[in-house]
T-cell receptor
């Protein structure tokens, strides 16, 4: 089955700097790659996603890139703010498997003031 | 956007009792819902896929007789933890598949279960 690896597990950046989180996946059939933000005691919230027919997608300060050949995808957050502090999860999904979403291990992002 | 709710948001029970958690899609019909479990400082692990009107599909290693799933309507799926034990204490999160949008899911706020 699909396996998603995520790095780093923790990340601390100065407010205003950029943060990058990287993931790899194992199943070449995966075609949907969402990113979630989870705050303490809450469910995950979708912040951006990308599908396999697109290499890059941007939404204000957040961007995601996908390299299908290398099975890599990354989340980029620019101009980080204190409210960006949370746990971020990458994930992968295959349309043919009832759309099951397989999560990475998570990255705890801390923004230093 | 679509909203998924869970009830209760937290529950404390005694060992050996059963606990039911509800997952509702509030403004759309969800033929497929998913149940996840998340232990502290860990990722979400898929437990089962819940399909309206049919039996749930459980992931490997998840005991179907312990975690009973019922998806009786297009807006409600329930997870019952039977004979709960302290090791079942966890954060349970449901999600609902977004209609007509491939792969996308909306997640509920989660239910914190503590078994004493």
């Amino acid at each position: 089955g699909e396996n998603v690896e995520q790095h780093p597990s923790t990340l601390s950046v100065q407010e205003g700097d950029s943060a990058v989180i990287k993931c790899t996946y194992s199943d070449s059939a995966s075609n949907y790659f969402p990113w979630y933000k989870q705050e303490l005691g809450k469910g995950p919230q979708l912040i951006i996603d990308i599908r396999s027919n697109v290499g890059e997608k941007k939404d204000q300060r957040i961007a995601v890139t996908l390299n299908k050949t290398a099975k890599h995808f990354s989340l980029h957050i620019t101009e980080t703010q204190p409210e960006d502090s949370a746990v971020y999860f990458c994930a992968a999904s295959i349309s043919s498997s009832a759309s099951k979403i397989i999560f990475g291990s998570g990255t705890r992002l801390s923004i230093r003031p | 956007g679509a909203v998924v709710s869970q009830h209760p948001s937290w529950v404390i029970c005694k060992s050996g009792t059963s606990v039911k958690i509800e997952c509702r899609s509030l403004d759309f019909q969800a033929t497929t819902m998913f149940w996840y479990r998340q232990f502290p400082k860990q990722s979400l692990m898929l437990m089962a896929t819940s399909n309206e009107g049919s039996k749930a599909t459980y992931e490997q290693g998840v005991e179907k007789d312990k975690f009973l799933i019922n998806h009786a309507s297009l807006t409600l799926s329930t997870l019952t933890v039977t004979s709960a034990h302290p090791e079942d204490s966890s954060f349970y999160i449901c999600s609902a598949r977004v209609p007509q949008v491939a792969n996308e899911q909306f997640f509920g706020p989660g239910t914190r279960l503590t078994v004493l």
